[in-house]
């Protein structure tokens, strides 16, 4: 039973360490540690597309942001308004958004079966429910593993503010392994995303050696480390070992990359970083821009939960329309002046931007102002790169109760996605249980009319 | 003879209050009459696992590693017992020992050892609550419960004693023993807390745990690849039946709780199809009035009708201990993936009933075979497949283990004396570092690293300190010792990362950088670069 890891970085024989390791002399420079690593990977993949994954923690309310029923009892107090598309109204809370329909397809009938949270956070993030030992890797894992190159220096998979409570393993890389999991920044607690602290969680920690460490001693110290794991990694093949090494090197070559820059935001022009909004979810997105522009093919932005609206993002069991204002106030100038700073700099063709949840909620509003989790018609976006924007896929009954028209599955969504980032979903993994496991749900009917 | 560098280590290491005081064994704790007979007993099932890997090994022509020195065997069998390396005082007294009998006496030591209550607590807990290790609410849990489960080891209470108990334990606030203060007394009810008091989680959660079965796939359709039936899951589901909530309540809260007796039912969501309580057997219990549905299937559980229960907990001892399950994963019982060494498994059980599920005398016995014994350094092809264990597999250490080897290593304290044992969690560097290091890869012997915990192990404070020349204890005494020689201030150090002493061709090499200082051209801060070099290497972030 091979692991991931062990194709990805076959161990280097102990010739190999001791030419790197210096044997008593200390002369060579960490470079040619890492050179070697670079060979390793010499089968890396031309670079493809990448992608923006905005996460709605908590299973946003498509009634009050997307599919608007004014005319219905269930519609709510909404109003909706007209968008730089004809004939596509979105709410009056996302005015900003509403000028960049033109990059986006709505996709207003998806029908998945999964109500509670844990399991719906599962499938909507791996594209499988939970089943038996298999480890499903999420999204991020999967597509920047097809996405991403061996080669940089930052990693190819970045999540900013992950709330992973309500199911851990939605957000990990499963069968993948280590190597493809994300760098996590920024605090998935919703308390975090109400408050200033954004700016200092952001950063990535313990990038600089300690005080008192001269540059010189950390390389030393490197070559000092590399030499003890030469000898143990001959001795001790496996999975530990190479994935120890590997995590040290992609840490070194981050440690010393320039491109490490992108997670300081203060370059950027203050009226800028204002029009992102001055919130985790804002400036995660704006750092989500740096990322993409700097080569990460997968940075995902979570908005677990805003100033004024109490409890996790947008599970809005009680008062759902305070707290969906509040949120739409967040979401719409980040989501906005993305796509648009996108456009700016050129990357909005090469970059597809995926707004979801993990379901939607009840078209009927319960006795506390609120609405439940509903999985039965509810809402997704895609927009910009692979793209054909300015559309709605699919319709809702009047009431918002069922699927109208064109239901669209949690594997037909996915696979949409996949086509517009370039990748395969008919592409093979092989799982921790050695069973291959397709990118996408082998049954899968992508949207074709949403492609571009 | 112990080194100079043991000399000083040895009374650095003196004012060791990590807990395993092996110094003085308590007078109670002298092998009685019935301990010595167990101990042959132990010795007796270590031999027959010997002999049926050995089988196996010959039908495979396995040629197996070497057996380990006592160096190398005291700093993984104080891993695995105690959950941190060894002191390096106790491991001159170990090496200078010449007692026939001394890999069994120190086995002896760390199980009388209070690191052996605090680590197999922490251990137990992330078996039965793992929702705490990645949900902030569950977390509030731990405590409670880990004082509830020291309070079982430190009496090495039977294993079949603590789930029942685990399985009967009063929820209802009116039958608690004292109402207005639930909590007064230290019970499992953490666990019921953890599986949000829902039947259809208390069923995964136990058959899984205690039966080593994943029958949770089964909730929503007949299991794909097993036999599970959906309609059998519910019926398990339905032992669990009578706990009623008050579904305002918040999660887990325990005031809102009523208990049901008498033959309760549940439906199977989406059908009209109710379900009485049945064992995975298929059997179903005539249920009384005024009969428990709990008591009844923990009276099933631990008897000896039941097949699975002494094997997954044998399985997942040995799991434990080897890296990896006879059936592996540990708690994957199914057609589709046997056990390794069916009869091996069949006896491991047999014996664990034989000796009333005690815990102590499983550890005795697998730790004492030769296989366990084996070194972890490949010496020949034949040892790759991990299934045929001809080579110790390496293990990656916990959160909780690495941190407080850390500690051990460099004469950090804070994790002792802060960790007051039925106390509350607090923000400590021990909880920092153990949320940092938290991992979820169930195999222990595919653990990976990611790359913040590189960081963190690379330029953190916590390491930063345990390496650095102003606050690591032991980094200092070695440093500023007078009378060392730099060949011995580097054994020294290896001693206390490694628990060996460097071969020449280390010492050649490091003595070298250390003589000529470094970039730094400082020799003390060349140790220190030693120092931090070690304890970045995979020779000290796993079990070897």
Redesign the interface.
């Known amino acids: 039973m091979k692991s991931p890891i062990h194709s990805a970085f076959p161990a280097l024989s102990r010739r190999d360490w001791l030419k790197l390791s210096a044997c008593g002399t200390f002369g060579l420079s960490m470079s040619g540690w890492l050179s070697a690593m670079a060979d390793e990977a010499r089968a890396t993949k031309e670079r493809k597309r990448s992608c923006i994954l905005l996460w709605m923690s908590g299973g946003p309310s498509q009634m009050d942001t997307f599919d608007l029923k004014p005319d219905h009892e269930n519609g709510g107090s909404f109003k909706p308004i007209d968008t730089s598309v004809p004939g596509i109204q979105i709410s009056e809370h996302l005015p900003k958004l509403a000028q960049q329909m033109q990059h986006c397809a709505v996709v207003r009938s998806m029908l998945t079966k999964e109500g509670d949270h844990t399991r719906a956070t599962y499938l909507l993030r791996t594209g499988y429910l939970p089943q038996g030992p298999v480890q499903y890797p999420t999204l991020g894992s999967v597509w920047s593993h097809q996405l991403g190159s061996e080669e940089s220096e930052l990693p190819n998979f970045v999540s900013i503010a992950p709330y992973r409570f309500l199911s851990p393993a939605a957000f990990g890389p499963g069968f993948l392994g280590p190597k493809y999991a994300p760098l996590i920044v920024g605090d998935g607690n919703p308390n975090v995303g109400r408050n200033a602290d954004y700016e200092k969680t952001l950063q990535v920690k313990n990038l600089a050696a300690p005080a008192g460490v001269i540059a010189e001693q950390t390389d030393s110290r490197l070559e000092l480390l590399a030499g003890l794991e030469a000898d143990f990694a001959a001795g001790h093949p496996g999975t530990p070992s190479a994935s120890h090494r590997a995590a040290y090197l992609q840490a070194v070559r981050m440690m010393r990359s320039e491109a490490v820059k992108a997670f300081d935001l203060s370059p950027e022009p203050e009226a800028l970083r204002d029009a992102y909004g001055r919130n985790q979810f804002g400036q995660g997105c704006l750092l989500a821009r740096r990322l993409v522009e700097r080569g990460v093919p997968f940075v995902e932005v979570s908005l677990n939960g805003v100033q004024g609206a109490p409890g996790l993002g947008w599970d809005t069991h009680q008062d759902n329309f305070g707290a969906v204002q509040k949120l739409s106030e967040t979401l719409d100038p980040a989501w906005a002046t993305l796509l648009d700073d996108l456009k700016t700099r050129g990357l909005l063709d090469s970059t597809l931007v995926i707004w979801m949840g993990e379901f939607g909620r009840t078209p009927k509003i319960n006795d506390m102002k609120g609405r439940d989790h509903f999985p039965a018609a509810w809402t997704t976006v895609l927009c910009g790169g692979g793209i054909r924007g300015g559309q709605v896929v699919g319709k809702t009954s009047p009431d918002g109760m069922t699927v109208a028209e064109r239901p669209v599955a949690v594997a037909d969504f996915l696979a949409t996605a996949c086509l517009a980032l370039g990748i395969d979903p008919m592409g093979q993994n092989t799982s921790n249980v050695g069973r291959p496991i397709r990118i996408a749900d082998p049954n899968a009917k992508p949207i074709e009319e949403a492609l571009a | 003879m112990k080194s100079l560098a043991g000399i000083v280590l040895a009374g650095l290491f003196v004012l060791d209050q990590s807990g395993l005081c092996l110094a003085q064994p308590a007078p109670a704790a002298a092998p009685s009459t019935r301990d010595a007979a167990l101990a042959d007993d132990a010795q007796r099932l270590a031999d027959k696992i010997d002999e049926i890997i050995a089988r196996r090994w010959k039908a495979e022509q396995v040629i197996p590693a070497a057996p380990v020195d006592d160096a190398a065997f005291m700093r993984r069998v104080t891993l695995d017992i105690a959950g941190k390396i060894p002191a390096v005082s106790d491991l001159h007294e170990f090496l200078d020992d010449s007692a026939a009998y001394k890999r069994r006496h120190l086995v002896e030591r760390l199980l009388e050892s209070p690191a052996y209550i605090t680590h197999f607590s922490s251990v137990w807990r992330a078996v039965m609550l793992p929702e705490a290790d990645?949900?902030?609410?569950m977390r509030a849990l731990v405590p409670g419960f880990e004082a509830w489960l020291r309070k079982q080891f430190s009496a090495n209470a039977s294993f079949d004693a603590v789930v029942r108990e685990i399985l009967t334990v009063p929820v209802d606030p009116r039958l608690a023993a004292n109402p207005l203060q639930p909590q007064s007394d230290v019970t499992p009810v953490g666990f019921y807390q953890a599986k949000q008091l829902k039947p259809e989680n208390l069923a995964a959660g136990t058959a899984r745990m205690f039966l080593g079965v994943?029958i949770?796939?089964a909730q929503?359709h007949d299991?794909?690849?097993?036999d599970w039936k959906r309609e059998q899951f519910w019926g398990y589901a339905a032992f669990f039946a009578g706990v009623e909530r008050d579904q305002n309540a918040a999660a887990g809260a325990l005031d809102a709780i009523k208990e049901l007796f008498g033959g309760r039912s549940l439906s199977i969501p989406g059908t009209d199809k109710r379900v009485v309580p049945t064992y995975l057997n298929g059997d179903s219990p005539q249920l009384k009035f005024r009969d428990s549905p709990r008591t009844i299937l923990a009276d099933w559980m631990i008897s000896e009708q039941n097949a699975y229960f002494a094997r997954a907990t044998v399985n997942r001892l040995w799991g434990q201990f080897f890296g990896i399950g006879i059936v592996n994963?540990v708690d994957?019982f199914t057609a589709q993936n046997p056990p390794s060494h069916p009869e091996l498994l069949d006896e491991l059980a047999r014996q664990f009933v034989a000796h009333k599920f005690d815990f102590k005398f499983l550890i005795r016995a697998i730790t004492a075979s030769k296989t366990y014994q084996l070194s972890?350094?490949?010496s020949d092809k034949s040892q790759q497949n991990p299934r045929l264990f001809a080579r110790m597999a390496?293990k990656?250490l916990s959160a909780g283990q690495l941190f407080d080897s850390i500690s051990q290593a460099t004469g950090f304290h804070e994790s002792v004396t802060n960790r007051n044992p039925f106390g509350m969690m607090n923000n400590t560097p021990r909880e920092e570092f153990v949320r940092m290091f938290e991992d979820?890869?169930e195999t222990i012997?595919?653990?990976?690293?990611?790359?913040?915990?590189?960081?963190?192990m690379?330029?953190?404070?916590f390491v930063?300190d345990a390496t650095?020349l102003e606050k690591s204890a032991a980094l200092v005494a070695i440093a500023d010792f007078p009378l060392m020689t730099t060949p011995e201030r580097i054994e020294a150090l290896y001693l206390a990362a490694f628990s060996r002493k460097p071969r020449p061709d280390?010492l050649?090499?490091?003595v070298?950088?250390v003589d000529t200082g470094?970039?730094?051209k400082d020799t003390r801060?060349a140790l220190s670069?030693?120092f931090?070099?070690?304890l970045?290497?995979?020779?000290f972030?796993?079990n070897?």
């Open positions: 990645t949900d902030l609410q994943r949770e796939c929503c299991h794909p690849f097993d994963p994957d972890s350094r490949e390496l990656g979820s890869n012997t595919e653990r990976q690293t990611t790359i913040l915990q590189a960081l963190s690379m330029n953190g404070q930063a650095g280390e050649d090499r490091l070298l950088y470094g970039p730094a801060k670069d030693v931090w070099a070690l970045n290497s995979s020779e972030l796993f070897r």
